[in-house]
């Protein structure tokens, strides 16, 4: 199976076939994978090092909350398969404009970082959201000029709910 791993802002090719793992084409030595039932806590040995990984769902789209060895990092999983159709959406997506920002749950808006007219790149952050008793940064998918701000602080939300809306770069409304 081939996956698609963005840590960090760097994108990592994961293949895992028949007990063994590739990342970017090099094998990697993990020799055991153990999850402790009932939790999300697993022991990992890596060319002959343990390490406690914690890994949580983190919204949609294949984000996931990962806690190794007491680091935390946000990392987005995704098969090939679904890498395929996201480019293929991405292309009908970018014809039609910028995407809105929407709530990944159901939450509370701590902080809105953005007004109308504000200017902002991809992978901005834009809304600072709590969920799950954890402070979320919410960013922009694609560049544009804020057109609508539908939240602001303090205001509970719900999954799904468009936070920020965009047009494109030069025409904010």
């Known amino acids: 199976m081939l996956y698609h791993v963005t840590l960090s802002g760097r994108t990592f090719r994961v293949e895992l076939e028949e007990g063994r793992i590739r990342i970017d084409g090099e094998p990697v030595g993990a020799t055991e994978l153990l999850a402790a039932p009932g939790t999300t806590v697993y022991h990992l040995l890596v060319d002959g090092r343990s390490h406690t990984l914690v890994a949580r769902p983190a919204g949609p789209r294949g984000l996931w909350d990962l806690h190794v060895d007491g680091a935390r990092y946000l990392a987005e999983v995704i098969d090939e398969r679904s890498r395929v159709i996201r480019g293929l959406t991405r292309r009908a997506a970018a014809e039609s404009g910028p995407r809105p920002v929407r709530a990944p749950m159901p939450g509370l808006i701590v902080r809105v970082e953005v007004a109308p007219g504000d200017v902002v790149s991809a992978g901005q952050g834009v809304v600072i959201m709590e ?42 409304a």
């Open 131 to 172: 969920a799950m008793k954890m402070e979320n940064e919410l960013r922009a998918e694609d560049g544009g000029a804020v057109a609508r701000v539908l939240v602001a602080a303090g205001q509970p939300v719900e999954k799904g709910a468009v936070l920020i809306e965009f047009a494109a770069t030069g025409s904010a």
